[in-house]
């Protein structure tokens, strides 16, 4: 099917308009505007921003086996994670540079801090379920950014997990080496 489908009230529109006749230069009057007239509209959020009394907004993020309550509010860019700082909590810049993501897409990078406890994991999986918060907390406290975020796809929970261990086998899919005699 096609996505270009009209209602019948266009059609309608349309067969009201007079047709130009053949042959008729097009007067200045005859071509629509290209661009707006007048000054870009303000993004409208859809959505409310929902802020405590404290003035941050709280979201849950969560990444393997990693649970993350992360709280944000204007600020320095300042990040605190279990109580210490995300240099020494996330020694590696790699996983660093994963929690800082949101803010850049944003375009908001050292302008909220944020507190947040992780449980669970590996430090990898902490990472991630940080970003997760980050995002979604973002998100709550100015919802204009919900579409960047969105967009690169920062505020879908990414449910891949570890793989159950099965019985009659060594893992989850390994066998148990097989011995001819």
């Known amino acids: 099917m096609s996505d270009n489908r009209q209602s ?26 290209v661009g707006n007239a007048g000054p870009a509209p303000e993004p409208v959020a859809l959505r409310e921003a929902i802020i405590d ?40 810049p790699t996983l660093r540079l994963v929690i800082n993501q949101p803010f850049g897409v944003a375009e908001r990078e050292g302008q909220y801090d944020v507190v947040c406890t992780v449980k ?20 709550r406290y100015e919802p204009v950014l919900r579409a960047p975020v969105k967009a690169a796809g920062f505020l879908t929970r990414d449910s891949r997990t570890v793989e159950r261990k099965k019985y ?4 989850a899919r390994r066998s148990f080496q097989f011995s001819k005699r």
């Open 8 to 33: 019948l009230s266009d059609l309608a529109d349309l067969a009201n308009q007079p047709r130009p006749v053949a042959g008729a230069a097009a007067t200045t009057s005859d071509i629509a505007p």
């Open 53 to 92: 009394k404290q003035g941050r907004a709280y979201a849950t993020g969560r990444r393997k086996d990693a649970v993350a309550r992360v709280w944000i509010k204007p600020g320095s860019g300042k990040i605190t994670i279990n109580g210490r700082d995300q240099e020494v909590y996330f020694a590696r």
């Open 120 to 139: 669970g994991g590996g430090l990898s999986g902490q990472a991630g379920a940080v970003k997760h918060g980050i995002s979604q907390a973002l998100t």
């Open 168 to 171: 009659g086998r060594a893992k």
